[in-house]
């Protein structure tokens, strides 16, 4: 059974930061593209961040570039996103996404609520 796993969302104050995990499995996730989009309140959903499956290149959006940084760990099946200098408009439901490119995101996660109080 293919599924993604996310956990790490919570309540933080402006200015902090998160880590949220992904945990994958039901395929072979050193082959996948990984990424996370977002939806925020009343908003569709959007892209934040992708990493190829050697991790080697990244792209994020850029409302988020330069605060924060995707990662994976093939050996652990598990892909991350730090989130540094949390602003309220980054409050949102976080998706963890994979697919086999970018351009192509086949599964996704149930989604983690990330809320940034004022």
């Known amino acids: 059974q293919v599924q993604l796993v996310e956990s790490g969302g919570g309540l933080v104050q402006t200015g902090g930061s998160l880590r949220l995990s992904c945990a994958a499995s039901g395929f072979t996730f050193s082959t996948y593209t990984m990424g996370w989009f977002r939806q925020r309140p009343g908003k569709e959903r959007e892209f934040v961040a992708g990493?190829?499956?050697?991790?080697?290149?990244?792209h994020y959006s850029d409302s988020v570039r330069g605060r924060f940084f995707i990662s994976r760990d093939n050996a652990k099946n598990t892909a991350y996103l730090q989130m540094s200098s949390l602003k309220p408009e980054d409050t949102a439901v976080y998706y963890c996404?994979?697919?086999?490119?970018?351009?192509?995101?086949?599964?996704w996660g149930q989604g983690t609520q990330v809320t940034v109080s004022s």
């Open positions: 990493i190829n499956w050697s991790g080697g290149n990244t």
């Open positions: 996404v994979a697919g086999p490119s970018g351009s192509d995101w086949d599964t």
